[in-house]
């Protein structure tokens, strides 16, 4: 049974900074690519950034690009996502989600982390 938990998400002012966390469990992590995703009240599911086995290749969204890293520890089957210069359009529940590796689509959901920017 392949689980994600998030955790790291909070309130913060707009310029500020967040780290957050996903731990995955029942399933090989170190193979796996992984991805975060947000969604903001009353909008669809947004990804937001991927990085693949190894941490050899990353992408960013456009919106976060320059102000977002994501990043893994395979050896803590963690994958975190570094979020600096925040901004109140960033307040949304984060996710992160496992890229299935025959499906090729994101198969498995954690249960989100709020992140709020606001003054």
């Known amino acids: 049974q392949v689980q994600l938990v998030e955790s790291g998400g909070g309130l913060v002012q707009p310029g500020g900074s967040l780290r957050l966390s996903c731990v995955a469990s029942g399933t090989t992590f170190r193979l796996n690519t992984m991805g975060w995703h947000r969604q903001a009240p009353g909008k669809e599911r947004e990804w937001v950034a991927t990085i693949t086995t190894g941490s050899s290749t990353k992408y960013y969204a456009n919106s976060v690009k320059g102000r977002f890293t994501i990043s893994r520890d395979n050896a803590k089957n963690t994958v975190y996502l570094q979020m600096n210069s925040l901004k109140p359009e960033d307040t949304a529940v984060y996710y992160c989600?496992?890229?299935?590796?025959?499906?090729?689509?994101?198969?498995?959901w954690g249960q989100g982390t709020q992140v709020t920017v606001s003054s």
């Open positions: 989600s496992r890229l299935g590796g025959v499906s090729r689509t994101w198969d498995y």
